[in-house]
């Protein structure tokens, strides 16, 4: 496999040879046996020292574009990987509400690298509903070090609900072929997860393929101006070889699918949070440290002025509502985890509450977040704006994060379940839109979960 990097991997273990199909917990500080869940206090002194080591490092990071993969490292190496891990299988067993507000606080110290991981968590919540093998498998895995990165969407080519990445059999077995973009995460990971297409069958499937397997390779040649090094970039799959006990498939409608998508979502808004918070941050360091002041103003130096204090009571404001409603969301999720059943099968009206209490955060969480970042600058001279100090990253990253769900659509669907009761419903996958018919609506593609 090769990576097309802009930074080079510290020494350490790589993420390639931490991707080997072993399933041993080999890592005593994440291998936690426990009586029951983690809670937020203890979790938080444990990984309060990794996040502000992380944060040390993050604005030269953005300067230079070194992709964080020591970052990434100690994370893994504190067990980070492994929050959503139940307690009776050796991890924290954190709920979704812990999980949203650590997150919140790694996204303040580096919204990257909380991004990156979304993936990742993912994968570990679709475990809950696999067979009772394929959990220990995986989450043993998980507790080891291993990650999933994320290879679902496809640049263009393909049609709204289908994919052109395959999943075919031969005499030797099922093989893997296709390109996607956007494989956020997979550069820091051991293995990715590919959605796939089943020549002959309806629906998609997930493959599990390790990143250093043979025919897979991952580029950083995401160009996007925020969320820079997430590792957003193209995985190519040649020939690649998949095991049976490799591929998931997934059922429109179920628990799992109704979840998944929900908490794919709530990740990105605790992503968002956390830039918020960081905005309010820097707002109140720069106003406090500030000594001059503008011949047009009160004369008094700014972290005196009340107009001054207002503006970053206001950024403080937004950044406190926006991680108040993400933690409202994670609670519905909570909920309606407690009310699904662990295998496949329908989802339970909580399910779908709580998807609809993640899709109206979606439609506030990105204009606080972005009026925060953008507010940030209210409150300084043109100094602000220099490149070295690095306060835009705060505005880019919110605003590439806040495009990933055009806020339209999810206001539409919210307001046609209060108006219609109409759940929310997906397709397949992104793609090209088909042409619309004579009659002016587009033909309908089955739904699909996430």
């Not at 991997?9 to 994440?30: D, I």
């Not at 995401?222 to 820079?228: K, Y």
């Not at 909920?335 to 329908?346: I, K, M, N, V, Y």
């Not at 379940?417 to 997906?426: A, D, H, I, Q, S």
Request: hydrophobic letters at 40%.
């Amino acid at each position: 496999m090769t990576h097309a990097t802009h930074a080079a991997r510290p020494t350490r273990e790589s993420a390639a040879g931490r991707g080997s199909n072993r399933t041993e917990a080999s890592g005593a500080s994440h291998d936690i046996h426990r009586a029951g869940p983690a809670g937020y206090a203890e979790l938080h002194r444990r990984f309060a020292p990794v996040f502000a080591g992380i944060a040390e490092g993050a604005l030269e990071r953005d300067l230079h574009r070194q992709l964080p993969f020591e970052a990434v490292a100690r994370l893994d190496d504190a067990g980070f990987g492994a929050l959503r891990v139940p307690a009776e299988h050796g991890g924290a067993g954190a709920s979704v509400e812990t999980f949203a507000r650590l997150l919140i606080d790694l996204a303040a110290a580096d919204s990257n690298v909380a991004h990156l991981y979304r993936s990742h968590f993912g994968f570990c919540e679709s475990l809950r509903w696999q067979a009772d093998g394929v959990r220990r498998d995986w989450y043993a895995r998980i507790l080891s070090g291993q990650t999933v990165g994320n290879a679902s969407t496809e640049r263009g080519g393909n049609a709204l609900g289908t994919l052109n990445t395959t999943l075919s059999r031969d005499a030797d077995g099922w093989v893997l072929d296709g390109a996607k973009y956007y494989a956020t995460g997979t550069i820091f990971a051991t293995h990715t997860r590919v959605s796939a297409a089943v020549p002959g069958e309806a629906g998609r499937v997930f493959v599990v393929v390790p990143t250093a397997a043979d025919g897979v390779g991952v580029s950083d040649d995401w160009d996007g101006f925020g969320q820079r090094l997430t590792g957003t970039g193209t995985a190519t799959f040649s020939g690649v070889r998949v095991e049976d006990a490799d591929v998931f498939d997934r059922v429109s409608g179920t628990a799992e699918a109704v979840h998944e998508a929900a908490f794919f979502q709530l990740v990105l808004l605790a992503v968002l949070a956390g830039i918020a918070r960081a905005a309010r941050d820097d707002a109140a360091a720069t106003v406090a440290t500030r000594t001059r002041t503008f011949n047009t103003g009160s004369g008094l130096p700014f972290r005196e002025d009340p107009l001054i204090q207002q503006l970053v009571g206001r950024i403080a404001s937004k950044a406190y509502a926006a991680e108040a409603t993400v933690l409202a969301a994670a609670r519905s999720l909570d909920r309606a985890l407690a009310a699904s059943p662990d295998r496949p099968g329908e989802a339970p009206p909580e399910a779908h509450l709580a998807e609809l209490e993640v899709e109206q955060a979606q439609v506030i969480v990105p204009e606080l977040a972005l009026g925060a970042a953008q507010q940030l600058f209210e409150t300084v001279g043109a100094s602000a704006t220099s490149s070295a100090k690095g306060l835009d990253r705060h505005w880019r990253n919110a605003q590439t994060v806040a495009t990933h769900n055009p806020i339209a659509f999810r206001a539409r669907s919210v307001g046609d379940y209060f108006v219609n009761g109409t759940l929310p419903e997906g397709l397949n996958a992104i793609g090209e839109a088909p042409a619309t018919s004579p009659g002016g609506a587009a033909p309908t593609a089955a739904p699909a979960g996430p």
